[in-house]
C-alpha cells in the first residue's frame, strides 16, 4: 500500500510563506501526475493545484492567483506546494496527492493520498 506522506503545515500570519512537502517510500512519482487539495473547516475538499512529475504547466485553481507553485525535487523523489502571501481563507488541512493513469482530468481519480497537514493563517 503507497502511503503518501506530507508535511511542513504551521501557524503563520496572513502575508506569510509555507512550503509543503509530499514523499513516500514505496513508489516513484516518475509518471505520475501529483497534486495538492486542501479541506477546509466545515468545507469539502477542494482542488489546489497538478502537475505532471515529467514536467509541463501546472493545472491551477482559480483561487490561488498566482500565490502557490508547485515543484519536485527528482532525487528525493519529492513534491512540493509553495505557498506564498497567504490570507486566513487558505486555512485548511492539505492533502497531496497521486495517480499513475490520467484519467478524470487533473481533480479527479487519485489514487494515492498523503495523512494531510494543517496550515493555519492568521489574519
Known amino acids: 500500500q503507497v502511503q503518501l506522506v506530507d508535511s511542513g503545515g504551521g501557524l503563520v500570519q496572513a502575508g506569510d510563506s509555507l512550503r509543503l512537502a509530499c514523499t513516500n517510500s514505496?513508489?516513484?512519482?516518475?509518471?505520475?501526475?501529483v497534486a495538492w487539495f486542501r479541506q477546509a473547516p466545515g468545507k469539502e475538499r477542494e482542488f489546489v493545484i497538478a502537475?505532471?512529475?515529467?514536467?509541463?504547466?501546472?493545472f491551477v485553481a482559480d483561487f490561488v492567483k498566482d500565490r502557490f507553485t508547485i515543484s519536485r525535487d527528482v532525487a528525493d523523489n519529492t513534491v512540493y506546494l509553495q505557498m506564498n502571501n497567504l490570507e486566513p481563507e487558505d486555512t485548511a488541512i492539505y492533502y497531496c496527492?497521486?495517480?499513475?493513469?490520467?484519467?478524470?482530468?487533473?481533480?479527479?481519480?487519485?489514487?494515492?493520498w498523503g495523512q494531510g497537514t494543517q496550515v493555519t493563517v492568521s489574519s
Open positions: 502537475s505532471k512529475w515529467s514536467g509541463g504547466s501546472p
Open positions: 496527492a497521486a495517480k499513475v493513469f490520467f484519467s478524470g482530468g487533473w481533480t479527479k481519480n487519485y489514487n494515492f
Open positions: 514505496k513508489m516513484r512519482f516518475d509518471d505520475c501526475t
